[in-house]
Every structure is written in structure tokens, then in C-alpha cells.
């Protein structure tokens, strides 16, 4: 088993440093979701669901102002641009199929007004929205 000095003293496994990297990105994940949610709510917008699970797919946040829904994907990165780069075609698939199943049980269905919007946080917690970033209204 490979072994790496975090500081002083205690050898670490590597299987123990990706632990704790996956602990802080979970943790900056979810300050992120609770910034942009923050925001949101600031906005008027009602939240109805925080990491959303359908058979498609995860979405991160699911808000409502009136009667228009908005499926938020969230990305975290150094700046605004490097967090967008990192949604790729094959997520904002599986982001639309969860959408699709999400309001196939609304009342109003599949005619529901939805939008697809990126909201990103740079490394100082800076929160830019983009609404519609990859869907159509």
C-alpha cells in the first residue's frame, strides 16, 4: 500500500487522501448549493427540492417563481468560466431526461414552463446565474 505524508508525523494511505478530498469537494458542493439557493430565494423563487434523484439523473436544485419551474445545475471551480466548462453534454442529457421525469408528475405535465439554468461559484464563494444556459423556453 502506497503511503504519503500529509504533514509531520502520520503516514496517510492514498485510499485515505481521496477520502478527504472527497469530503472537502462534498463540502464546497454543498456550501455551493446552499449559497445558490440562498440567491434564488433572494430572487423570489420558491425552493422545492435540494440533489434531486431520478431514474435519469441527479439534478441539483429545483426551484418555482410563479408557475415557471427552474432546474439548476451547480458547478464549483477557481472562476465562473472554468466551473462552466466542466457541464458537459452527456450531464445536461441525463439533467433534461430527470427534468422530463420531475414534471411528468406535476399537473400540468410535460407542458409545465421549465428552464435549465448553470449556476456557478468561483473560488471566493461568488455566485453567477445563468438562466436558460442550456435549455429553451
Known amino acids: 500500500m502506497k503511503f504519503e505524508r500529509i504533514s509531520e508525523g502520520t503516514p496517510v494511505s492514498a485510499t485515505g487522501i481521496r477520502a478527504r478530498r472527497g469530503a ?6 454543498r456550501f455551493a448549493e446552499e449559497s445558490v439557493a440562498r440567491e434564488y430565494r433572494r430572487r423570489g423563487y420558491e425552493v422545492l427540492a435540494e440533489r434531486w434523484h431520478g431514474r435519469g439523473g441527479e439534478i441539483d436544485l429545483i426551484l418555482r ?12 471551480s ?6 462552466a466548462e ?4 452527456r ?4 439533467i433534461c431526461q430527470a427534468a422530463l421525469e420531475y414534471c411528468g408528475r406535476l399537473p ?3 407542458l409545465t414552463v421549465m428552464r435549465f439554468d448553470a449556476a456557478l461559484v468561483d473560488q ?12 429553451m423556453n
Do not use: M, P
Not at 472537502?24 to 458542493?29: C, D, L, N
Not at 417563481?65 to 464549483?76: G, I, Q, R, S
Not at 450531464?91 to 441525463?94: D, F, K, S, T, V
Open 24 to 29: 472537502v469537494a462534498w463540502s464546497a458542493g
Open 65 to 76: 417563481k410563479d408557475e415557471e419551474y427552474a432546474f439548476v445545475e451547480v458547478k464549483t
Open 78 to 83: 477557481r472562476c465562473h468560466a472554468r466551473a
Open 86 to 89: 466542466r457541464i458537459s453534454g
Open 91 to 94: 450531464q445536461i442529457a441525463r
Open 108 to 110: 400540468a405535465g410535460l
Open 124 to 135: 471566493l464563494g461568488r455566485v453567477e446565474i445563468i438562466e436558460n444556459a442550456f435549455g
